[in-house]
């Protein structure tokens, strides 16, 4: 492991990408910072963002030195989830998007149960939905079905040697590769649902895949 923290390096990495989403890191940031849970840094991925994005993350890092951020051209989530996946230095993984937001033991839930069954590598549930609970079905997208059927990629929680050995997410699915990543995943390692809540879904947000596939 590459040591570039002056103190301890973190336990739990949290991987944030955004595009053009300056106006939501003021939610999902702060949620970051208030945990219970401190051995951790969050890796922002900007996938192009053309809005005052880097102006809102970098008065962030400037009085918290946890917080990193990289910037590519506009490429898809996937490969910036990778991105993300080849910086981190934790022990294990944790996502958050740009426009969501954590509840303040989120991540101290997850570690202790990560700790207590460490023959588990990837573990994901704990959503709260705020808005339609109804996406279109990766299957058939003339379809909907309820996210409590879905693989919700935004709250996996898993080993970081885990995501490295898979390849990361596939670049050539535009949706629903969280699901695609998971079916993939089980076949290898050992996967658990962990419904206890945590994680604020907002599904409002405009220019969501969810909502324009």
Same mark, same amino acid.
């Given at each position: 492991? &590459?040591?570039?923290?002056?103190? /301890?390096?973190? &336990?739990?990495? !949290?991987?944030?990408? *955004?595009?053009?989403?300056?106006?939501?890191?003021?939610?999902? $940031?702060?949620?970051? =910072?208030?945990?219970t849970y401190r051995n951790t840094e =969050? $890796? !922002?991925?900007?996938?192009?963002? /053309?809005? %005052?994005?880097?102006?809102?993350?970098?008065?962030?890092?400037?009085?918290? *030195?946890?917080?990193?951020?990289?910037?590519?051209? %506009?490429?898809?989530?996937?490969?910036?989830?990778?991105?993300? &996946?080849?910086?981190?230095?934790?022990?294990? $993984?944790?996502?958050?998007?740009?426009?969501?937001?954590?509840?303040?033991?989120?991540?101290?839930?997850? !570690?202790?149960?990560?700790?207590? %069954?460490?023959?588990?590598? =990837?573990i994901e549930g704990g959503a709260i939905? &705020?808005?339609?609970?109804?996406?279109?079905?990766? %299957?058939?997208?003339?379809?909907?079905?309820?996210?409590?059927?879905?693989?919700?990629?935004?709250?996996?929680?898993?080993?970081? /040697?885990?995501?490295?050995?898979?390849?990361?997410?596939?670049?050539? $699915?535009?949706?629903?590769?969280?699901? /695609?990543?998971?079916?993939?995943?089980?076949?290898?390692? *050992? =996967?658990?649902?962990?419904?206890?809540?945590?994680?604020?879904?907002?599904r409002s947000t405009p220019g969501s895949?969810?909502? *324009? !596939?």
């Amino acid at each position: 492991m &590459i040591d570039i923290y002056k103190g /301890e390096n973190p &336990i739990v990495s !949290v991987i944030m990408v *955004t595009y053009n989403r300056s106006a939501y890191l003021s939610r999902s $940031i702060p949620s970051f =910072l208030e945990q219970t849970y401190r051995n951790t840094e =969050l $890796i !922002v991925v900007d996938d192009g963002s /053309e809005d %005052n994005t880097f102006n809102v993350v970098n008065e962030f890092m400037k009085s918290h *030195t946890n917080i990193r951020y990289m910037k590519h051209s %506009n490429r898809n989530i996937s490969l910036s989830k990778n991105v993300g &996946i080849r910086a981190a230095i934790g022990k294990y $993984i944790s996502f958050l998007d740009s426009d969501d937001a954590y509840q303040d033991d989120y991540l101290e839930m997850r !570690v202790q149960y990560m700790e207590a %069954n460490p023959r588990i590598d =990837l573990i994901e549930g704990g959503a709260i939905v &705020i808005g339609d609970p109804d996406v279109k079905n990766k %299957n058939n997208l003339s379809e909907k079905i309820h996210l409590s059927d879905c693989h919700i990629g935004a709250t996996f929680f898993g080993k970081t /040697e885990m995501f490295i050995a898979m390849g990361g997410f596939n670049k050539n $699915i535009p949706y629903s590769e969280d699901s /695609e990543f998971w079916e993939k995943a089980e076949k290898k390692f *050992t =996967l658990r649902k962990f419904d206890t809540p945590g994680y604020f879904y907002y599904r409002s947000t405009p220019g969501s895949i969810c909502n *324009t !596939v």
